[in-house]
């Protein structure tokens, strides 16, 4: 067994004998409850069943008089009805009618006449334990007269019929309880139990080897908290799979990305090299091209060195100092290259004079992928409908501290696949074959500034985009300084 593998516990030593050892001692329980007022019960029975022989046989006795019973008649009434002595109080009158050899003791006296619930059970289990070779003294009424009839017995017949009575109680409370728990363990033991196992060897196998997919539990279509709670175990055992599968791929892409990057600062630099002797040629032509050709090299040097491979290498912190937002978004349009054979209208309605507090370069980026993205989605809608209205802006305000940026397009709209993973690397792309970097990189992007983006809802068709940026806190002593030098 491996060392992270957990024994499962036997058949009995587990849940399954503590659901058995529980139900046996719950029935047992019970079983003792009911022991307890019955023995008491009994006993009162057996007293009274004593009284109403002796009773019929005083009543007899009593019509004799004023005769005295012989010896012999007395005797053979005494043994008759298992008594010692006879005695009948009535109107008033006590009149011993049979006696044989009195105890020289009498241990206990009964008075059946007012006997108490507590007071039946204790001389109830007195008698069980402690009885035995001893004279009680018992009386009560005769029917529903008021004469009483006293009698002086042996308790060992009452003693012994106690005993087989809670013999016979115990033996029938053990086969009715095994039965019972029997019962019970096997119906809990195939709902409850054999559930859990179930799903403990499937957590188990799932844990050495969380990749394969037939490791994912498959759970049974029950409406009870097991079936809820397999239905979340799969649920968690596939999302763990899919987000194992997208580690893998992030590390597939960095290593990917990793081997590019080398051979691609190479070419770059050559470029560079190629691109300062054609900034020396005098032509009014590359006089033109050539600044946003070189602008365009010293971008892709600059993100080759970074490393831009989302998930692998953390971007770097914002180098942040005021644009001029209005410039920044018409380099963005020089770098959509928008076709003359897609016919998109790009609206520009970002103010001159509005600037960012933004590092110019990771800004380029998010409107950049922002503006890229509607433009596809614009290009893919024009060869899907000739007469689509393909419209593109981007529009910007300052709220105080807070530049707010709109980027706002007439095209298809966001799926709603995409919504559901809008910011997710490799689940919220867009368009065929998209892996969603660009919105992921943008969100990482604007969270580096302390900003905000989101999905806008708009009435007509297309998609918005809002960012929100705001300025940097500026220190106590610098705003002071400020002041002093305008003053």
Same mark, same amino acid.
């Given at each position: 067994?491996?060392?992270?593998?957990?024994?499962?516990?036997?058949?009995?030593?587990?849940?399954?004998?503590?659901?058995?050892?529980?139900?046996?001692?719950?029935?047992?329980?019970?079983?003792?409850?009911?022991?307890?007022? +019955?023995?008491?019960?009994?006993?009162?029975?057996?007293?009274?069943?004593?009284?109403?022989?002796?009773?019929?046989?005083?009543?007899?006795?009593?019509?004799?008089?004023?005769?005295? %019973?012989?010896?012999?008649?007395?005797?053979?009434?005494?043994?008759?009805?298992?008594?010692?002595?006879?005695?009948?109080?009535?109107?008033?009158?006590?009149?011993?009618?049979?006696?044989?050899?009195?105890?020289?003791?009498?241990?206990?006296?009964?008075?059946?006449?007012?006997?108490?619930?507590?007071?039946?059970?204790?001389?109830?289990?007195?008698?069980?334990?402690?009885?035995?070779?001893?004279?009680?003294?018992?009386?009560?009424?005769?029917?529903?007269?008021?004469?009483?009839?006293?009698?002086?017995?042996?308790?060992?017949?009452?003693?012994?019929?106690?005993?087989?009575?809670?013999?016979?109680?115990?033996?029938?409370?053990?086969?009715?309880?095994?039965?019972?728990?029997?019962?019970?363990?096997?119906?809990?033991?195939? @709902?409850?139990?054999?559930? %859990?196992?179930?799903?403990?060897?499937?957590?188990?196998?799932?844990?050495?080897?969380?990749?394969?997919?037939?490791?994912?539990?498959?759970?049974?279509?029950?409406?009870?908290?097991?079936?809820?709670?397999?239905?979340?175990?799969?649920?968690?055992?596939?999302? %763990?799979?899919?987000?194992?599968?997208?580690?893998?791929?992030?590390?597939?892409?960095?290593?990917?990305?990793?081997?590019?990057?080398?051979? @691609?600062?190479?070419?770059?630099?050559?470029?560079?090299?190629? +691109?300062?002797?054609?900034?020396?040629?005098?032509?009014?032509?590359?006089?033109?091209?050539?600044?946003?050709?070189?602008?365009?090299?010293?971008?892709?040097?600059?993100?080759?060195?970074?490393?831009?491979?989302?998930?692998?290498?953390?971007?770097?912190?914002?180098?942040?100092?005021?644009?001029?937002?209005?410039?920044?978004?018409?380099?963005?349009?020089?770098?959509?290259?928008?076709?003359?054979?897609?016919?998109?209208?790009?609206?520009?309605?970002?103010?001159? &004079?509005?600037?960012?507090?933004?590092?110019?370069?990771?800004?380029?980026?998010?409107?950049?992928?922002?503006?890229?993205?509607?433009?596809?989605?614009?290009?893919?809608?024009?060869?899907?409908?000739?007469? +689509?209205?393909?419209? %593109?802006?981007?529009?910007?305000?300052?709220?105080?501290?807070?530049?707010?940026?709109?980027?706002? &397009?007439?095209?298809?709209?966001?799926?709603?696949?995409?919504?559901?993973?809008?910011?997710?690397?490799?689940?919220?792309?867009?368009?065929?074959?998209?892996?969603?970097?660009?919105?992921?990189?943008?969100?990482?992007?604007?969270?580096?500034?302390?900003?905000?983006?989101?999905?806008?809802?708009?009435?007509?068709?297309?998609?918005?985009?809002?960012?929100?940026?705001?300025?940097?806190?500026?220190?106590?002593?610098?705003?002071?300084?400020?002041?002093?030098?305008?003053?």
């Amino acid at each position: 067994m491996s060392a992270g593998k957990v024994a499962v516990p036997g058949f009995l030593s587990g849940l399954s004998g503590r659901i058995l050892a529980l139900t046996v001692a719950i029935i047992m329980f019970a079983e003792v409850v009911f022991f307890v007022p +019955s023995l008491a019960s009994m006993r009162l029975r057996w007293l009274d069943d004593r009284l109403s022989t002796a009773a019929a046989a005083a009543t007899v006795i009593d019509g004799l008089q004023p005769q005295v %019973l012989p010896r012999a008649l007395q005797d053979d009434t005494l043994m008759a009805t298992g008594t010692k002595a006879i005695v009948l109080r009535k109107d008033g009158t006590s009149q011993l009618l049979a006696i044989a050899d009195m105890p020289p003791e009498i241990s206990n006296t009964y008075d059946l006449t007012d006997v108490g619930p507590v007071e039946a059970v204790v001389d109830a289990f007195d008698e069980l334990l402690f009885g035995g070779g001893r004279a009680i003294r018992v009386f009560g009424y005769i029917g529903d007269s008021d004469a009483i009839i006293e009698l002086v017995i042996s308790d060992d017949e009452l003693h012994q019929a106690l005993w087989g009575y809670a013999r016979n109680i115990f033996l029938l409370s053990i086969l009715l309880s095994t039965f019972t728990a029997m019962l019970i363990f096997f119906r809990l033991n195939s @709902m409850l139990v054999r559930p %859990l196992r179930r799903q403990i060897a499937n957590m188990q196998a799932f844990s050495e080897k969380p990749d394969l997919p037939e490791n994912v539990f498959h759970p049974a279509a029950t409406t009870d908290e097991l079936g809820i709670a397999g239905r979340h175990l799969a649920t968690m055992q596939a999302e %763990l799979q899919r987000t194992l599968r997208q580690q893998k791929r992030l590390a597939e892409l960095g290593l990917a990305v990793s081997k590019i990057n080398h051979d @691609m600062r190479n070419i770059l630099a050559s470029a560079q090299l190629m +691109s300062d002797r054609i900034a020396g040629i005098d032509d009014p032509v590359v006089g033109r091209v050539a600044p946003k050709l070189l602008r365009a090299i010293d971008r892709a040097a600059a993100y080759s060195r970074s490393v831009l491979s989302y998930g692998q290498v953390s971007e770097a912190e914002p180098k942040r100092q005021m644009v001029s937002l209005c410039e920044l978004i018409n380099d963005v349009h020089d770098y959509l290259d928008l076709s003359a054979d897609v016919p998109i209208e790009w609206i520009n309605r970002v103010p001159e &004079d509005l600037r960012v507090d933004a590092d110019p370069e990771q800004f380029f980026r998010v409107v950049f992928n922002l503006c890229r993205n509607s433009v596809q989605a614009l290009t893919q809608q024009a060869g899907e409908r000739r007469d +689509s209205l393909n419209c %593109l802006i981007v529009s910007a305000q300052r709220h105080g501290s807070v530049v707010s940026l709109s980027v706002d &397009d007439t095209g298809p709209g966001m799926p709603q696949k995409a919504r559901e993973n809008l910011f997710a690397a490799f689940r919220g792309g867009v368009r065929s074959g998209g892996t969603g970097l660009g919105l992921a990189i943008a969100r990482e992007l604007v969270l580096a500034h302390g900003g905000t983006i989101a999905l806008v809802e708009k009435a007509g068709q297309g998609t918005l985009f809002r960012i929100e940026v705001p300025d940097r806190p500026v220190a106590f002593e610098s705003w002071r300084g400020e002041t002093k030098t305008g003053a």
